[in-house]
């Protein structure tokens, strides 16, 4: 839950979004689900030469399943945040015998 908790407050900024087919994606973060599917806005693909097809594309559904990574712009990432955010969820799981 701390992953979806935290994509859910980077809306609205600028991701780059790589899939495992090694298609990555530029484009504005809509929404994300708690599967981690993503909503991308004005969207544009980093290598347009390899994937013609995607420059008329505007907006696109990513499922989850496939990103390999999510680069995030760095003045965005709170580290502190989710290190406290890991602590305190571990320290719950410990506390209710490691379910």
Do not use: W
Not at 43 to 70: A, Q, W
């Amino acid at each position: 839950m701390i992953f979806f908790s935290f994509f859910k407050t980077l809306v609205g900024k600028q991701v780059i979004v790589e899939l495992k087919n090694d298609l990555a994606i530029e484009g504005t973060l809509q929404s994300v689900d708690q599967y981690l599917n993503i909503k991308l806005q004005n969207i544009s693909v980093t290598d347009p030469e390899k994937y013609p097809h995607m420059l008329s594309v505007k907006n696109c559904f990513v499922r989850g399943s496939i990103v390999r990574y999510i680069q995030l712009p760095a003045e965005d990432v709170d580290t502190e945040l989710l290190q406290d955010a890991a602590r305190r969820e571990a320290t719950e799981k410990a506390a209710a015998g490691g379910k």
